[in-house]
């Protein structure tokens, strides 16, 4: 019984750190540029996918994060559609200009390279 109830409590202790890792949508944070935000470890993404350009902003604790030398590569996947495109800093931004299929229930995929850092995959659900 005691193992039971340890077992239970160690599991439910570990869930919000693994929900974190995961990503998840941030219900606090108004988007700043008209896109959706997520947040994982602390640091808020925000996608900004339009037929011309897909643009991610990222900021840890609201101060924008530094995109020298980083690197982002976003998969659109639009109904059975799947297109790739690799972002590069670009000001305060990470930035692809090109046509892109971008419609409400788009799914995204970031895996987003910051310098020193491992990197950082990112899910979004277009709205």
């Given at each position: 019984?005691?193992?039971?109830?340890?077992?239970?409590?160690?599991?439910?202790?570990?869930?919000?750190?693994?929900?974190?890792?995961?990503g998840h949508t941030h219900t606090k944070a108004t988007p700043k540029h008209g896109g959706v935000v997520v947040e994982v470890n602390e640091v808020d993404y925000e996608l900004v996918a339009k037929a011309d350009s897909i643009r991610l902003y990222l900021s840890d604790h609201g101060k924008p994060v530094n995109l020298a030398n980083a690197s982002a590569k976003v998969t659109l996947l639009t109904g059975s559609d799947k297109s790739k495109a690799t972002l590069a800093p670009a000001g305060d931004k990470l930035?692809?200009?090109?046509?892109?299929?971008?419609?409400?229930?788009?799914?995204?995929?970031?895996?987003?390279?910051?310098?020193?850092?491992?990197?950082?995959?990112?899910r979004f659900d277009i709205k």
């Amino acid at each position: 019984m005691r193992r039971t109830v340890l077992f239970t409590l160690v599991a439910l202790a570990a869930m919000p750190a693994v929900a974190l890792a995961q990503g998840h949508t941030h219900t606090k944070a108004t988007p700043k540029h008209g896109g959706v935000v997520v947040e994982v470890n602390e640091v808020d993404y925000e996608l900004v996918a339009k037929a011309d350009s897909i643009r991610l902003y990222l900021s840890d604790h609201g101060k924008p994060v530094n995109l020298a030398n980083a690197s982002a590569k976003v998969t659109l996947l639009t109904g059975s559609d799947k297109s790739k495109a690799t972002l590069a800093p670009a000001g305060d931004k990470l930035e692809a200009t090109g046509t892109f299929k971008v419609a409400r229930g788009t799914k995204a995929v970031a895996v987003v390279t910051l310098p020193g850092k491992p990197a950082q995959s990112v899910r979004f659900d277009i709205k």
